[in-house]
Protein backbone atom coordinates (compact mmCIF):
# COMPACT_ATOMS: atom_id res chain seq x y z
CA UNK A 1 0.00 0.00 0.00
CA UNK A 2 2.83 2.30 0.86
CA UNK A 3 4.84 2.15 -2.12
CA UNK A 4 1.66 2.64 -4.28
CA UNK A 5 1.06 5.90 -2.56
CA UNK A 6 4.74 7.13 -2.53
CA UNK A 7 4.37 6.23 -6.29
CA UNK A 8 1.34 8.23 -6.94
CA UNK A 9 2.49 11.15 -4.64
CA UNK A 10 5.97 11.30 -7.09
CA UNK A 11 4.08 11.28 -10.24
CA UNK A 12 1.44 14.18 -8.79
CA UNK A 13 4.44 16.36 -8.05
CA UNK A 14 6.47 15.59 -11.22
CA UNK A 15 3.27 17.05 -13.27
CA UNK A 16 2.93 20.18 -10.60
CA UNK A 17 6.81 21.15 -11.47
CA UNK A 18 6.28 20.32 -14.91
CA UNK A 19 2.69 22.54 -15.33
CA UNK A 20 4.52 25.34 -13.41
CA UNK A 21 7.65 25.13 -15.27
CA UNK A 22 6.01 24.39 -18.66
CA UNK A 23 2.64 27.01 -18.52
CA UNK A 24 3.31 29.24 -15.67
CA UNK A 25 6.82 30.21 -16.12
CA UNK A 26 6.80 29.54 -19.82
CA UNK A 27 10.25 27.63 -19.58
CA UNK A 28 12.13 30.21 -18.20
CA UNK A 29 14.41 28.49 -16.24
CA UNK A 30 14.52 25.20 -19.24
CA UNK A 31 16.78 27.24 -21.33
CA UNK A 32 16.21 28.46 -25.16
CA UNK A 33 16.15 24.99 -26.44
CA UNK A 34 12.77 24.81 -24.64
CA UNK A 35 11.27 27.78 -24.62
CA UNK A 36 11.46 27.84 -28.74
CA UNK A 37 10.05 24.34 -28.90
CA UNK A 38 7.08 25.82 -26.45
CA UNK A 39 6.43 28.97 -28.36
CA UNK A 40 6.59 27.04 -31.70
CA UNK A 41 3.75 24.50 -30.09
CA UNK A 42 1.86 28.24 -28.87
CA UNK A 43 2.44 30.14 -31.71
CA UNK A 44 -0.99 29.22 -33.63
CA UNK A 45 -3.48 30.17 -30.11
CA UNK A 46 -0.80 32.87 -29.07
CA UNK A 47 -2.97 35.91 -30.33
CA UNK A 48 -6.30 34.89 -29.29
CA UNK A 49 -5.07 34.54 -25.96
CA UNK A 50 -3.29 38.50 -26.06
CA UNK A 51 -6.06 39.66 -27.79
CA UNK A 52 -7.45 41.86 -24.73
CA UNK A 53 -4.37 43.42 -23.69
CA UNK A 54 -3.50 44.42 -27.43
CA UNK A 55 -6.36 46.84 -27.91
CA UNK A 56 -4.64 49.79 -27.42
CA UNK A 57 -1.39 49.10 -28.92
CA UNK A 58 -1.68 51.98 -31.04
CA UNK A 59 -2.26 54.39 -29.27
CA UNK A 60 0.35 53.45 -26.18
CA UNK A 61 3.06 51.56 -28.32
CA UNK A 62 3.47 53.18 -32.01
CA UNK A 63 1.85 56.24 -31.40
CA UNK A 64 4.45 57.46 -28.18
CA UNK A 65 7.34 55.43 -30.13
CA UNK A 66 6.69 57.96 -33.46
CA UNK A 67 6.28 60.81 -31.55
CA UNK A 68 10.00 60.04 -29.82
CA UNK A 69 11.56 59.59 -33.35
CA UNK A 70 10.07 62.64 -34.26
CA UNK A 71 11.06 64.46 -31.44
CA UNK A 72 12.38 68.39 -32.30
CA UNK A 73 12.15 67.59 -36.42
CA UNK A 74 9.90 68.64 -38.70
CA UNK A 75 9.68 65.08 -40.22
CA UNK A 76 9.76 61.99 -39.12
CA UNK A 77 12.97 60.38 -40.35
CA UNK A 78 12.91 57.15 -42.25
CA UNK A 79 14.60 55.02 -38.84
CA UNK A 80 15.44 51.32 -38.65
CA UNK A 81 14.00 49.92 -35.60
CA UNK A 82 15.17 46.48 -34.14
CA UNK A 83 11.97 44.32 -32.21
CA UNK A 84 13.54 41.33 -30.20
CA UNK A 85 11.45 38.79 -29.29
CA UNK A 86 8.92 39.72 -31.45
CA UNK A 87 6.65 37.14 -31.41
CA UNK A 88 3.56 37.43 -33.93
CA UNK A 89 4.75 40.67 -34.97
CA UNK A 90 2.74 42.80 -32.57
CA UNK A 91 4.85 45.81 -32.46
CA UNK A 92 5.71 46.51 -35.66
CA UNK A 93 2.03 45.45 -36.96
CA UNK A 94 0.88 48.53 -35.39
CA UNK A 95 4.39 50.60 -35.94
CA UNK A 96 3.73 49.81 -39.73
CA UNK A 97 0.03 50.15 -39.90
CA UNK A 98 0.47 53.72 -38.57
CA UNK A 99 0.75 56.19 -42.22
CA UNK A 100 3.60 58.58 -40.05
CA UNK A 101 5.87 55.80 -39.71
CA UNK A 102 8.37 55.59 -42.36
CA UNK A 103 10.86 53.52 -41.06
CA UNK A 104 12.12 49.88 -41.79
CA UNK A 105 11.79 47.07 -39.07
CA UNK A 106 13.72 43.77 -38.26
CA UNK A 107 11.98 41.69 -36.32
CA UNK A 108 13.42 38.97 -34.21
CA UNK A 109 12.33 35.58 -32.25
CA UNK A 110 13.54 32.30 -31.06
CA UNK A 111 10.51 30.21 -32.48
CA UNK A 112 10.41 29.79 -36.07
CA UNK A 113 6.36 29.23 -35.42
CA UNK A 114 5.87 32.98 -33.83
CA UNK A 115 7.47 34.30 -36.85
CA UNK A 116 5.56 32.39 -39.27
CA UNK A 117 2.25 33.89 -37.64
CA UNK A 118 4.46 37.50 -37.71
CA UNK A 119 4.59 36.68 -41.37
CA UNK A 120 1.46 36.36 -42.57
CA UNK A 121 0.11 39.55 -40.42
CA UNK A 122 2.88 41.35 -41.33
CA UNK A 123 2.65 40.30 -45.28
CA UNK A 124 0.82 43.66 -46.09
CA UNK A 125 4.23 45.42 -45.75
CA UNK A 126 6.95 42.80 -47.60
CA UNK A 127 9.44 45.66 -47.83
CA UNK A 128 9.37 47.50 -45.04
CA UNK A 129 10.23 44.27 -42.33
CA UNK A 130 12.50 41.36 -42.08
CA UNK A 131 12.02 38.22 -40.11
CA UNK A 132 14.78 36.86 -38.08
CA UNK A 133 15.10 33.55 -35.86
CA UNK A 134 18.12 34.30 -33.60
CA UNK A 135 18.42 34.86 -29.89
CA UNK A 136 18.23 37.66 -27.90
CA UNK A 137 20.94 36.87 -26.05
CA UNK A 138 23.82 37.90 -28.52
CA UNK A 139 22.56 40.11 -31.05
CA UNK A 140 24.10 39.79 -34.63
CA UNK A 141 24.72 43.30 -35.41
CA UNK A 142 27.54 45.57 -35.14
CA UNK A 143 26.96 48.62 -32.36
CA UNK A 144 25.00 51.38 -33.31
CA UNK A 145 23.19 49.77 -36.19
CA UNK A 146 19.08 50.76 -34.94
CA UNK A 147 17.86 54.31 -34.00
CA UNK A 148 14.88 52.46 -31.81
CA UNK A 149 15.16 48.82 -30.76
CA UNK A 150 12.25 47.13 -28.39
CA UNK A 151 11.71 44.01 -26.01
CA UNK A 152 7.85 43.97 -25.36
CA UNK A 153 7.17 40.90 -22.43
CA UNK A 154 9.95 38.56 -23.08
CA UNK A 155 12.77 39.88 -20.70
CA UNK A 156 11.31 38.02 -18.04
CA UNK A 157 12.03 34.55 -20.27
CA UNK A 158 15.52 34.80 -20.72
CA UNK A 159 18.09 33.57 -18.21
CA UNK A 160 18.82 36.84 -16.88
CA UNK A 161 17.82 40.83 -17.62
CA UNK A 162 21.38 41.80 -17.33
CA UNK A 163 22.31 40.06 -21.15
CA UNK A 164 19.44 40.51 -23.14
CA UNK A 165 19.83 44.58 -22.26
CA UNK A 166 23.59 44.92 -22.35
CA UNK A 167 22.87 43.73 -26.13
CA UNK A 168 19.96 46.12 -26.74
CA UNK A 169 22.16 48.93 -25.60
CA UNK A 170 25.25 47.97 -27.58
CA UNK A 171 22.94 47.42 -30.71
CA UNK A 172 21.28 50.73 -30.32
CA UNK A 173 22.80 54.39 -31.31
CA UNK A 174 23.72 57.51 -28.91
CA UNK A 175 20.37 59.28 -28.41
CA UNK A 176 17.73 56.32 -29.69
CA UNK A 177 14.98 54.90 -27.79
CA UNK A 178 14.17 51.37 -25.64
CA UNK A 179 10.80 50.68 -25.78
CA UNK A 180 10.66 47.46 -23.09
CA UNK A 181 8.03 46.34 -20.23
CA UNK A 182 8.38 45.16 -17.17
CA UNK A 183 6.31 42.54 -15.41
CA UNK A 184 4.31 43.50 -12.70
CA UNK A 185 3.53 41.85 -9.01
CA UNK A 186 -0.19 41.88 -9.94
CA UNK A 187 0.96 39.20 -12.37
CA UNK A 188 1.80 36.60 -9.98
CA UNK A 189 4.92 35.17 -11.24
CA UNK A 190 7.46 36.42 -8.14
CA UNK A 191 10.41 34.51 -9.81
CA UNK A 192 9.92 36.21 -12.98
CA UNK A 193 9.55 39.61 -11.12
CA UNK A 194 11.86 43.00 -10.63
CA UNK A 195 10.68 45.50 -8.95
CA UNK A 196 10.58 48.80 -10.38
CA UNK A 197 13.45 50.85 -9.00
CA UNK A 198 15.67 47.88 -9.07
CA UNK A 199 14.63 47.43 -12.79
CA UNK A 200 15.29 51.03 -13.17
CA UNK A 201 18.69 50.20 -11.53
CA UNK A 202 19.26 47.56 -14.35
CA UNK A 203 18.51 50.13 -17.71
CA UNK A 204 20.75 52.70 -16.17
CA UNK A 205 23.61 49.91 -15.68
CA UNK A 206 23.38 48.60 -19.10
CA UNK A 207 23.84 52.37 -20.44
CA UNK A 208 20.00 53.79 -20.60
CA UNK A 209 18.98 57.09 -19.49
CA UNK A 210 15.57 59.30 -19.20
CA UNK A 211 13.89 56.19 -17.88
CA UNK A 212 10.27 56.02 -17.77
CA UNK A 213 8.14 52.87 -16.18
CA UNK A 214 4.53 53.84 -16.75
CA UNK A 215 1.58 51.00 -15.39
CA UNK A 216 0.27 49.58 -18.29
CA UNK A 217 -2.61 46.36 -18.27
CA UNK A 218 -2.23 43.86 -15.30
CA UNK A 219 0.59 41.79 -15.96
CA UNK A 220 3.11 44.72 -17.34
CA UNK A 221 4.63 48.22 -17.00
CA UNK A 222 5.38 49.84 -20.51
CA UNK A 223 9.25 51.10 -20.27
CA UNK A 224 10.56 54.25 -22.26
CA UNK A 225 14.40 54.95 -22.28
CA UNK A 226 17.42 56.44 -24.10
CA UNK A 227 20.64 55.69 -24.98
CA UNK A 228 22.43 58.94 -23.75
CA UNK A 229 24.85 61.49 -26.28
CA UNK A 230 23.86 61.75 -30.13
CA UNK A 231 25.22 60.00 -33.08
CA UNK A 232 24.09 59.98 -36.53
CA UNK A 233 20.61 58.00 -37.38
CA UNK A 234 21.31 54.78 -38.54
CA UNK A 235 18.54 54.83 -41.46
CA UNK A 236 16.37 52.60 -43.00
CA UNK A 237 18.15 50.19 -44.98
CA UNK A 238 18.03 46.75 -46.01
CA UNK A 239 19.34 43.81 -43.82
CA UNK A 240 21.95 42.57 -45.64
CA UNK A 241 23.52 46.44 -44.46
CA UNK A 242 23.80 45.19 -40.87
CA UNK A 243 23.51 41.37 -40.38
CA UNK A 244 26.87 40.01 -39.50
CA UNK A 245 27.51 36.72 -41.29
CA UNK A 246 27.22 33.87 -38.74
CA UNK A 247 30.22 31.88 -39.81
CA UNK A 248 32.77 35.17 -40.31
CA UNK A 249 31.46 37.90 -38.55
CA UNK A 250 31.41 40.64 -40.97
CA UNK A 251 28.51 42.52 -42.50
CA UNK A 252 29.06 41.17 -46.24
CA UNK A 253 25.71 39.50 -46.85
CA UNK A 254 24.33 39.77 -50.17
CA UNK A 255 20.98 38.68 -51.34
CA UNK A 256 20.39 36.02 -54.10
CA UNK A 257 17.55 35.59 -56.53
CA UNK A 258 15.96 33.18 -54.63
CA UNK A 259 16.11 34.87 -51.37
CA UNK A 260 19.02 33.32 -49.62
CA UNK A 261 22.07 34.89 -48.22
CA UNK A 262 25.65 34.54 -49.14
CA UNK A 263 28.50 36.21 -47.71
CA UNK A 264 31.09 37.79 -49.76
CA UNK A 265 33.59 37.15 -47.46
CA UNK A 266 33.69 33.08 -46.76
CA UNK A 267 30.96 32.42 -49.28
CA UNK A 268 28.62 30.53 -46.44
CA UNK A 269 25.00 30.98 -46.87
CA UNK A 270 21.99 31.95 -44.53
CA UNK A 271 19.20 29.74 -45.49
CA UNK A 272 15.22 31.39 -46.24
CA UNK A 273 12.11 29.91 -45.28
CA UNK A 274 9.61 29.95 -47.48
CA UNK A 275 7.91 32.73 -45.54
CA UNK A 276 11.25 34.77 -45.62
CA UNK A 277 12.13 34.09 -42.66
CA UNK A 278 16.06 33.91 -42.16
CA UNK A 279 16.91 31.48 -39.92
CA UNK A 280 20.29 33.11 -38.68
C1 LIG B 1 5.25 36.58 -24.38
S1 LIG B 1 5.93 36.54 -26.01
C2 LIG B 1 5.99 38.27 -26.43
C3 LIG B 1 5.90 38.48 -27.91
C4 LIG B 1 5.69 39.94 -28.36
N1 LIG B 1 6.83 40.79 -28.03
C5 LIG B 1 4.41 40.50 -27.74
O1 LIG B 1 4.49 41.47 -26.96
O2 LIG B 1 3.33 39.97 -28.04
C6 LIG B 1 7.62 36.17 -25.68
C7 LIG B 1 8.45 35.89 -26.94
O3 LIG B 1 9.82 35.88 -26.55
C8 LIG B 1 10.49 34.93 -27.34
N2 LIG B 1 11.76 34.61 -26.68
C9 LIG B 1 11.94 34.05 -25.46
N3 LIG B 1 13.25 33.96 -25.18
C10 LIG B 1 13.92 34.48 -26.24
C11 LIG B 1 15.30 34.67 -26.55
N4 LIG B 1 16.27 34.30 -25.71
N5 LIG B 1 15.62 35.24 -27.75
C12 LIG B 1 14.65 35.62 -28.61
N6 LIG B 1 13.32 35.46 -28.38
C13 LIG B 1 12.97 34.90 -27.20
C14 LIG B 1 9.50 33.77 -27.43
O4 LIG B 1 9.79 32.90 -28.50
C15 LIG B 1 8.18 34.55 -27.61
O5 LIG B 1 7.87 34.73 -28.97
ZN1 LIG C 1 31.02 35.09 -43.78
Avoid at 114 to 127: C, G, I, N, T, Y
Avoid at 184 to 210: H, P, Y
Amino acid sequence: MLPWIIGVGIVVVVLYLLDRELYFYEGAHLGPRVQGWLYDRWAAKYDAGKHASQQQDAEVLARPMIEKLAAGQPHMPAVLLLDVATGTGRLPAVLLADPAFTGQIIALDLSREMLVRAAEKLAPFPDRVTLLRHSALTLPFPDHSFDAVSCMEALELMPNMETPLAELARVLRPGGILLTTRGTEASGRVNKIVAADRFAALLQAAGFEQIEIIPWWKNFDRVWARKPGTFAPAGARPITEVLRCPSCGQVALIQLPDRKLRCAQCESELPVTQEGIILG
